[in-house]
Structure formats: structure tokens, C-alpha cells
């Protein structure tokens, strides 16, 4: 199991179809990029006109001001972007260097980085990012751009090995202030992180990202976030660098265990469903492509709703 993930791999899910059962020499990018597009590109509208009601238009858009005060059913019309910018924000935190099942953190939000920035760069949006968590390397920032450009530069930054031994640094709220920097009104900002841990302010800045721009959560876990393994009593090494002995085998401890990492998502999904924040959970144990669609496949059944 690999703690970084390799170019060549993220390089190829713009070509990777055997998961889905297609044949190899059709994008597996295609199906996820309409499904992303089904789901996000309706968001980045711009608002056109008022005329009349039509036979079959959607009822959600109805005008009800101009319709009360002139007596007739008006509608809002809306021009979609034809582009968008699109900021990947992706977590290189020592905590990512983790994994049970499957694969590292690091190696799945790299990959889910790379699926959802070929989606959009199929649908010439200006793809960029920020990588943040590695002390080493700092937060390191790549403007959207047309092209692959910067696409490639965030990918090929996920694949250079970070700072192991430093402590985790909790900057994700920081990160995200800089992702707003400059950004377009209009903006989809995916978070792609170890939400498991509690960022400070994280709510407050999300909230106020949300005013102008549309975000997405990828939360990256693994089983053992919220199933500690049967080890018997066994030495854990904090974020601070403090031991901590645990009995791993204790029926209580374990439940007690599960209880918290299910508190703690419940606050995330209520704080997602408050601020109307897609969440879009990934596991170290699952397959990145089936996933991602079927949690996209789900949205927009929702939406059609």
C-alpha cells in the first residue's frame, strides 16, 4: 500500500474504465463529468430576464413580485456560465498519511482531487487549487486557469512526499479564507479533507464562503475513524507527540469510541444541511469512481425532485 499516490495514476482516471464496465477506450470521465455537471453546473447561473409563463416551465423559478403586481405568471430566467472556476483544496496533513483498508487518505483524496478535476476541465471550467496541512511545503496556492495546467501542478504536488514527522497543523479554515482570495462570484470550492478532526472556526468561514460561492465537502475516512481494531492494549502516538495507552479489546472503550466519530459527523452534516454544502464522503476501503457517483447520482435524484 503506497502512502503517496503516483502521477501516472491520477494522469490515467481521465482513461480508466474497467470499474465501470466500459470499454477501455472510453473516458471513464465522461459518466462522472455528467453526473457533476447534472449536479454543479446549475448552480453558476446568471440571471437574464423576466417573460411570461410558458407550458412546462419549472415553477420553481416563478417571479412572484412582477406575477402579483401585474396579474399574469412571469418566470426568472437564467444564462448557465458557460465557465466557472474551480478551486480543489485538498489536506496534506501528517493525519492523511493514514490507512487501514484500502489505501492511505492521502492516495484517495489525491485520486478523488483528480477524478473532479478532469470532470471540470471536460467542461472547460478553470481548474486550480490549494494544497494545505504539510509544514514543510506551507500552503501552497494554484490559480484557475483555461487548460491543464494548473491542474497538473496540484496533481503532481499530491505525489511529493511531506513532512511525516512533523505534527499535524490545523489550517484548514486559513486555507479556505485564501481559497476565497480573488474568486469569482459564482466559484465551486471542493474541500477535500480528514473532516474527523475539529477545525476551529471552520463554520464561520464556510459560512461566509457560501454567500458567494458553491462548496463541496469530501470527507476522506477510514474504517478505523469510527471501529478501533480488536489489538489488545496498545501505545498510540498523538498529534502533540504524546503516548497514550489504550486497551483496544474493551467492549465499553470501543462503543465509546464509535459514539464520538458518529457525534462529530452528525455536526458535520447538520452544519453542511445549514449552510446548503454538498457532502460528498469517500473511504479509504471503497472504490473512488463508484463512490463519488453514486453520491452524485443520488444528489441529482433529490434535485429532480
Request: proline share 4%; glycine share 8%; hydrophobic share 40%.
Amino acid at each position: 500500500m503506497s502512502l503517496y499516490p503516483r502521477l501516472d495514476d491520477l494522469l490515467e482516471l481521465r482513461h480508466q474504465a474497467h470499474t465501470l464496465g466500459l470499454p477501455s477506450h472510453h473516458l471513464v470521465n465522461s459518466a462522472f463529468a455528467g453526473l457533476y455537471a447534472s449536479v454543479f453546473r446549475g448552480a453558476g447561473v446568471n440571471f437574464e430576464e423576466v417573460r411570461e409563463y410558458r407550458e412546462g416551465d419549472d415553477i420553481r423559478y416563478m417571479d412572484w413580485k412582477v406575477t402579483a403586481r401585474i396579474n399574469e405568471p412571469h418566470m426568472k430566467i437564467f444564462r448557465e456560465e458557460r465557465e466557472r472556476s474551480v478551486v480543489l483544496c485538498v489536506d496534506r496533513g501528517p493525519h492523511m498519511s493514514f490507512g487501514t483498508r484500502g489505501t492511505f487518505k492521502s492516495v484517495q483524496a489525491a485520486r478523488a482531487a483528480a477524478l473532479i478535476g478532469w470532470a471540470a476541465s471536460r467542461l472547460n471550467d478553470r481548474v486550480g487549487g490549494l494544497v494545505f496541512g504539510d509544514a514543510a511545503g506551507g500552503l501552497q496556492h494554484f490559480r484557475p486557469s483555461r487548460g491543464r495546467r494548473a491542474l497538473w501542478q496540484l496533481l503532481r504536488t499530491l505525489t511529493e512526499p511531506g513532512s511525516e514527522t512533523d505534527p499535524s497543523v490545523d489550517c484548514l479554515s486559513g486555507a479556505l479564507r485564501r481559497a476565497t482570495s480573488g474568486l469569482p462570484t459564482g466559484s465551486l470550492v471542493f474541500v477535500i479533507a480528514d473532516l474527523n478532526l475539529a477545525a476551529t472556526g471552520l463554520e464561520q468561514v464556510l459560512g461566509d464562503l457560501c454567500q458567494r460561492n458553491t462548496v463541496a465537502l469530501v470527507p476522506v475516512d477510514d474504517p478505523a475513524d469510527w471501529e478501533i481494531p480488536s489489538m489488545g492494549v496498545t501505545t498510540f502516538t498523538g498529534s502533540d507527540g504524546a503516548l497514550v495507552e489504550i486497551d483496544t479489546d474493551d467492549a465499553r472503550a470501543r462503543r465509546l469510541y464509535r459514539q464520538s466519530w458518529e457525534v462529530r459527523r452528525e455536526r458535520l452534516q447538520a452544519m453542511a444541511q445549514r449552510l446548503r454544502i454538498v457532502l460528498l464522503p469517500v473511504r479509504t476501503d471503497a472504490e473512488i469512481h463508484l463512490t463519488l457517483i453514486r453520491d452524485l447520482e443520488q444528489r441529482a435524484r433529490s434535485r429532480a425532485v
